[in-house]
């Protein structure tokens, strides 16, 4: 099975930081990652696959890039509403894997 | 409006069994690949098993074979999950979640509010 690997596992940014979670896979995936983005006791909530395949409604401060074995997310200019935990998953072969999540905190 | 409803949680002791449903509505259930993914307390997203919109192929994470079946109806527009054997390790929520394809790249787009399942004596 393919093993996905976030970095950080959290973090604590600033209102307006750009910040980045990279996603790391165990071997090399062909097609893009897709990430979430889960608040406490909610569902996730796909946001991005890569820099063309932003979904609606997601502001466009997000975004994602990557190939191979490493992917990233990021966030241009962090908002007070992307507080939660983000997770990367890929869909290369099953099982299926996700990773084991980023949270996100505002300072 | 696109929404899928969990039900069927509850308390199970270990070795019991229980059956998820996941009801679909708001768009074409037959044409959508379905999968469910449990995340127990705490902890992070684990990918449990996946359907074909025409029932077959299916696919499980290693930790449920054998142990778990998804099934689907898509005459009533339902997603099931059947729970054998149950273990503590089991203990999450469950969450039923639509695959879709755009743009040459797959996501779960849209998902459950979840059930939980609590494996405990």
């Known amino acids: 099975a393919i093993q996905l690997t976030q970095s950080p596992s959290s973090l604590s940014a600033s209102v307006g930081d750009r910040i980045t979670i990279t996603c790391r896979a165990s071997?090399?995936?062909?097609?893009?990652l897709a990430w979430y983005q889960q608040k406490p006791g909610k569902a996730p909530k796909f946001l991005i696959n890569d820099a063309s395949s932003l979904e609606s409604g997601v502001p466009s401060r997000f975004s994602g890039s990557g190939s191979g074995t490493d992917f990233t997310l990021t966030i241009s200019s962090l908002q007070p509403e992307d507080f939660g935990t983000y997770y990367c998953?890929?869909?290369?072969?099953?099982?299926?894997?996700f990773g084991g999540g980023t949270k996100v905190e505002i300072k | 409006e696109v929404q899928l409803v969990e039900s069927g949680g509850g308390l199970v002791q270990p070795g019991g069994s229980l059956r998820l449903s996941c009801a679909a509505s708001g768009f074409t259930f037959s044409s959508y690949s379905m999968n469910w993914v449990r995340q127990a307390p705490g902890k992070g997203l684990e990918w449990v098993t996946y359907v074909s919109s025409t029932g077959s192929p299916i696919y499980y994470a290693d930790s449920v074979k054998g142990r778990f079946t998804i099934s689907r109806d898509n005459a009533k527009n339902s997603l099931y999950l059947q729970m054998n054997s149950l273990r503590a390790e089991d203990t999450a929520v469950y969450y039923c979640?639509?695959?879709?394809f755009g743009l040459g790249s797959y996501k779960f787009d849209y998902w459950g509010q979840g059930t939980l399942v609590t494996v405990s004596s």
């Open positions: 998953q890929h869909f290369n072969s099953y099982p299926l894997t």
């Open positions: 979640s639509r695959e879709a």
């Open positions: 071997q090399g995936i062909s097609s893009p």
